[in-house]
Every structure is written in C-alpha cells, then in structure tokens.
C-alpha cells in the first residue's frame, strides 16, 4: 500500500501504438515518394514491427511511471495501459486528443494525471532479474486495487490502531508529506532501512486474497547452496 506522489515526467506518460496489435511504433526514414504516406517532420514515418506496416492507424496508449511512497521510502512503478485505465477509468485517447506525434511537452500532465497525486492505492509489483541484480529501481506492477472498502480492510489488518508501524490514514491529505518526501528522491537517505516492514510473503497472500485476479509470478528466485568439498 502506496501513496502516489509524483510522476516521472522525462519517461512520457502514453506512447503512439499500432491500434491492430497495440505494438509500440518505430519511426523510419522516409526512403519513397509514395504521397499516399503520411510524412513526419524530419522526413520520418511511423511502422508496425509486428504488422509490418507502414503508416498504421495511430492509437495513444498509456506509459505511467509513478513515483509512489509510504511510511518507509519511495520507489518508481511502472503501469502499462490496461493498469493505468483501471487508476483512471478513461482510455489514454480522451486526455491526448488525436495526436500523431511523440509527447512533445513531457513536463505537461493533464488534470485527470495531477489529481492522483496523494491518493493511495495496493500495488502488487513483480521483482525481475534487473531489479535484484542491475538495482534497477522501477518496479512492474501487475495487478493494482483502487477500491476504497478492500484498501481500508487492508489498512487495518496491518496497521492497527496504536501500532507503531501505523503510517497517516490512506485517504487524508498527504500533500505536505509528498512535497517533503519527492526532494529525497534518489538521494542517500535512502540507505536507511526500516525494521517496521511487514513481511513479504504476509502481504502476497493478502493481496491475493483481496484481490479478483491473482497473477502467477512471471519470475521465481532460486537460492542454491555450493557445496565445497575437498
């Protein structure tokens, strides 16, 4: 359970797809004078790897990479676009409008993008093999709960009242915490770690019980033990 608290606006928010395969486009040279494709400046046109077509019909998907928190540090997630339509309940079209470009403002979000910010949501995110062993630090996330009554069941299960662990209330106003808390992003605070976390596997098999959908792991870590003789 995560608090919203920015998003990394150098990594865009949407992509332009194919809207047959919903492939990411690539940008090609324009190498003919056939007039009946659709020229980009600079002498580019957009092509489908997986169609093989060029100048396919152009659909906005959603890229989010948020930066989220709780009571222990911050991380970065990462949402496709059938995760993030479920946070904002409209597709990524109605907020880009048609385009048929890249992101050309990436600083630029739109109303519905800002007003997730200090809202606070479960995230069930997948540890890849460049997470444990590159340290790269943005997570996929999987699976994702945006209802409030399974959100506050959660809160309570492990967050009792009284306990010590017990972060602010995952719906009050968090905007004085994210503003102090964004700034120590990346920075060596970090290093400190906690002795309040609840245990992982606790907080899998809660998730999976909340939740509608379970996700079988895409990846499982295998600790071998070396036996040297001799």
Known sequence: ?????????????????????????????????????????????????????????????????????????????????????????????????????????????PKALTNLFGKTFLFKILIE???????????????????????NEFYVTYYPQGSQRMPCSPFSNLSRVIEGSITGIGSSSQSKQSTQLTPIRDLMREFDEMSDTKVTPILKIKKEENDFSG
């Open 1 to 109: 359970m995560c608090t919203i608290a920015a998003i990394d606006e150098d990594m865009g928010w949407y992509y332009l797809s194919c809207k047959v395969c919903a492939t990411k486009l690539l940008t090609v040279p324009n190498d003919c004078d056939d007039a009946v494709i659709p020229i980009l400046d600079g002498g580019y046109r957009y092509y489908c790897t997986r169609c093989k077509t060029v100048a396919p019909k152009l659909l906005p998907r959603y890229n989010l990479h948020l930066v989220v928190l709780d009571n222990t540090s911050n991380i970065k997630l990462h949402l496709s676009d059938n995760l993030a339509f479920q946070l904002l309940h409209q597709p990524c079209v109605e907020l880009t409008g048609k385009v048929t470009k890249e992101i050309e403002d990436p600083a630029y979000l």
């Open 129 to 151: 093999k460049n997470n444990y062993l590159y340290k790269h630090k943005t997570y996929k996330v999987v699976n994702l709960i945006t209802n409030t009554d399974m959100i």
